[in-house]
């Protein structure tokens, strides 16, 4: 049985360019306006109303449990207890994006803490006890299962999902090892929150030079706008900053994710899975062939990305190149302070292509509460789409009026409506789509928006701009993702042999890493070695690679939309609406792009090429 998790509707990694970098303190909360806050009212309109759902789960535990050791007897009882199921994964749903949403509004907040964590706790009182389900369901001979389902039609609704769990039948295991380890899973996950704690709430960094030389306190946010200034000490400066307030927390940071990574060397195993990444894609149906594939097509780029690299170095006149220069915009003389209610405008315009229906949902949602705009003290970092069943989508942003944050609106007002049409268009045990296909509906939304810049404007600055902007999108969600899977891939295979996952082994692998993406052309500084250390992305294990599969399913079909019209529009639409009802591979493949196939990903990669050719044209 599936249970809500936040990490199934995670932002974006490093998408952190948000609130007003002009003030030097962090605002509070309650100095932002009420049209900039989401409504999280529209979920419960008060605690009460929370607790008093809490207590109907309870009640629908009690009724679920008496199911057990009864689900073989007959199909009427097996219907019923997936019924029950079903009714209380959607209760549970929404308590616990509440209490999480509440909590990322302010995670200092002792009251907010406490109830995220009374629904943590709840998601390991209410599993422990449902966790005898799929053994027993699994102990049921299929051909008993088969014939319930021709007996009775309301098992119609159910049909993908039984199919799911008996796909599943190797890796789950007695009701008795099931229960110890749903009693367990806050344990086992706390690896990820201590992270969260640590990175969201009581991390400081050291206050920076912004562009007018005032002292400014770092922040996730602030670190993306500064990294773009235009002057080279402001972003070593936050580089440097940045990297410092890691390392202080290195040996804390370097035993969390070794913990990390042997809680899914752990669970692989006890799975009988080969390994922990076959464990991850399991669930997607997805080949590890994919992820292989994926690694080997972007080495394969990467004199592209070293031509790149070069253009930069030249453009902005450097002796040696950094990571801390990949960043800046090397086109000048264009206007990119967007303030919200313009980029607002300018995402609506450009998502047209895919039909007045969309657009209008769209406009009505980014206008009735759907959004948090702005950083405050507390606020969780970076930016990512939520929600429950039976409520609206939410968008948490820490919005600063730069060009790169623009294109994070557009981005996860992508997976906004990606969660209203798979809400709408399917019953609550199919509403849910993975994340392997959530990158490819935001991901959409951002290629649309640079074919919307490009084709209002015939001047050259802003092509050219633009064309910097699709590039280092292609790198930062392609390629740079694929470094961080391919971390991934080795740091999971280094504990899986049986070695240590120790500070200096993982320092090690992400600087020579780094060297082979970037080291032809780009210095890789010390710090780099620390890459893994502020990851969050890293704790919901091999989930990267997928924003790089996903901009390669986007690039298709964004092309096709805009070659085909609605036809190829509608195709999308219905994708959309599919939600989870079936494996994300074949869901892709009926919206005009076979992601089991290495050719998405490789037409991307040649795209990048073709930008860069593009760029240096226009620049001279």
């Keep these: 049985m599936t249970f809500f998790s936040k990490d199934d509707q995670f932002p974006k990694f490093d998408v952190q360019d948000s609130a007003a970098s002009a003030a030097t303190e962090v605002p509070t909360r309650e100095s932002i306006a009420p049209e900039y806050k989401w409504r999280l009212e529209d979920i419960y309109a008060s605690t009460a109303d929370w607790e008093h759902d809490v207590e109907k789960i309870r009640a629908l535990v009690k009724q679920f449990v008496g199911y057990a050791g009864h689900l073989g007897e007959s199909a009427a009882k097996l219907l019923a207890a997936i019924r029950v199921m ?13 209490a999480h949403m509440r909590l990322d509004e302010d995670n200092a907040d002792p009251a907010r803490q406490e109830l995220d964590q009374r629904a943590v706790q709840l998601s390991t009182e209410v599993y422990s006890q449902m966790a005898f389900f799929e053994p027993e369901l699994l102990s049921i001979p299929e051909e008993t299962i088969n014939s319930f389902i021709k007996e009775d039609p309301g098992f119609a609704d159910y049909d993908f999902y039984l199919k799911e769990v008996l796909r599943q039948r190797p890796h789950v295991l007695s009701i008795a090892e099931e229960q110890l380890l749903a009693s367990a899973s806050e344990v086992l996950h706390a690896p990820r929150n201590i992270f969260s704690m640590l990175n969201d709430a009581d991390l400081r960094f050291p206050k920076v030079k912004d562009d007018e030389g005032r002292e400014v306190e770092l922040t996730h946010a602030r670190y993306g706008a500064l990294r773009q200034s235009r002057n080279r000490d402001v972003r070593r400066g936050a580089f440097e900053g940045l990297y410092t307030a890691y390392e202080s927390h290195k040996n804390m940071l370097a035993a969390t994710y070794s913990t990390n990574v042997k809680r899914d060397v752990f669970m692989a195993k006890t799975r009988h899975y080969k390994n922990s990444r076959e464990m991850y894609m399991f669930g997607d149906n997805v080949p590890e062939s994919v992820y292989d594939s994926l690694i080997e097509a972007v080495h394969a780029s990467l004199p592209a990305m070293t031509r790149y690299m070069e253009l930069r170095k030249r453009v902005l006149g450097l002796d040696d190149l950094h990571l801390y ?82 294109f994070t609106l557009a981005h996860e007002l992508g997976h906004a409506m990606h969660t209203h049409y798979s809400h709408a268009g399917q019953p609550h045990i199919y509403a849910d789509y993975t994340i392997f296909v959530a990158e490819v509906a935001s991901t959409l939304n951002e290629n649309l928006l640079m074919h919307h810049l490009t084709s209002t404007t015939d001047d050259k600055n802003m092509l050219a701009y633009v064309a910097n902007h699709h590039l280092d999108t292609i790198r930062g969600t392609l390629i740079v993702q694929t470094l961080f899977a391919e971390f991934e891939k080795l740091a999971h295979q280094h504990v899986e042999e049986g070695n240590p996952l120790t500070l200096e082994w993982m320092t090690d692998i992400c600087l020579k890493l780094n060297e082979t993406y970037y080291g ?70 009926k919206a005009g792009v076979d992601m ?14 073709r930008l860069v050719t593009e760029l240096e044209s226009l620049i001279g």
């Design 520 to 589: 032809s052309v780009c210095a890789v500084d010390k710090q780099l070695g620390l890459l893994w250390s502020r990851i969050p992305h890293f704790y919901t294990p091999f989930y990267v690679y997928k924003y790089a599969t996903g901009i390669s399913a986007a690039t298709a079909l964004s092309e096709r939309i805009l070659k085909l019209g609605q036809p190829a529009a509608d195709d999308y639409i219905g994708f959309l609406k599919s939600g989870g009802s079936n494996h994300p591979i074949e869901l892709l493949r």
């Design 325 to 406: 220069d990949l960043d800046v915009p090397i086109v000048g003389e264009v206007n990119i302070k967007i303030p919200y209610p313009e980029a607002v405008d300018t995402v609506l315009a450009a998502i047209r292509p895919l039909g007045e229906e969309y657009v209008s949902i769209a406009k009505e949602g980014l206008q009735s509460g759907w959004v948090d705009v702005y950083e405050t003290r507390g606020k969780t970092s970076g930016a990512y789409s939520w929600g429950s069943y039976g409520t609206h989508p939410y968008i948490l942003l820490n919005h600063q009026d730069t060009f790169d944050n623009m």
């Design 86 to 98: 079903d009714e209380l994964n959607e209760i549970f749903g929404r308590v616990y994006v509440y």
């Design 596 to 609: 089991e196939s290495p050719e998405p990903v490789k037409a991307t990669l040649a795209l990048f090429e």
